[in-house]
């Protein structure tokens, strides 16, 4: 719930003319997210050849931006990015989580593959859950009626449970559907970035709720997954609950924020 007691994530709104947007969203994403399609988009993309920038200028591209796959909010993704940020901040407050701060800051910064600086690519293949391909789609995946109409849905290699995947492989060796939380986390991990394991993953899979919320895709995983399941879902609570419609003070927060991405990242990303 937020803070006028809507409930978030609510997706049976069929009158609303969000969600009626928001349908037709996943009905492209699943429709077109196959696996030839996110080897194409990694090979595109992971060249880092976009752009040079921080931080704070990534994040600043991003009042231009409004989520087309959220059904909650129409807020620009700055304001989510500080929300996320402040509620993270508040539920691990002392200085040795700096880190979790950060990361509740700059979870959403792939985003910025949607900006006409790097060639407004599609929101469809940026925004909006993820989930594994290369094997069968989950029910636990939202809108999942679409993968019908995937190229990946009847193809023999792809429909077992594991698909080409070994089981308990670990989920750094499955590829999943494209978006900004897996470019995110090759900016980071490609441009040095020193914040620890935990965020990473947050980075990486805090749209994957296919796994942190409906408890599936558990085959894939290995014990580090598992074991760094616990920060995915104690950042959830704050990427997810924090959205409110209370505007942020962006100037009075900025120095806070500048110092913690001094300290992980360098000054200038290839991007």
Known sequence: MNDYGTTFRNYDDKESERQKNVDAFYKENHEKQSYAFVQKQREEWLKLDKDVMSIWDAAELLNELIDESDPDLDLPQIEHLLQTAEGCRSMYPDAEYDWFHLTGFIHDLGKVMSHKKFGELPQWAVVGDTFPVGCAYDKGIILSKYFEDNADF?????????????????????????????YMYQVMKLNGCTLPLAAQYIVRYHSFYAWH??????????????????????FNKNDLYSKSTKTIDIGELKEYYTRLINKYFPAKLRW
């Open 154 to 182: 009847n193809k023999p290699e792809y429909r077992s449970k594991c698909g080409v995947y070994a089981k308990n492989c670990g989920l750094d060796n499955v590829v999943m559907s494209w978006g900004h939380d897996e």
């Open 213 to 234: 919320t409906a408890n599936a895709y558990d085959h894939l995983c290995n014990e580090t997954d598992r074991e760094m399941l616990f920060w995915v879902r104690e």
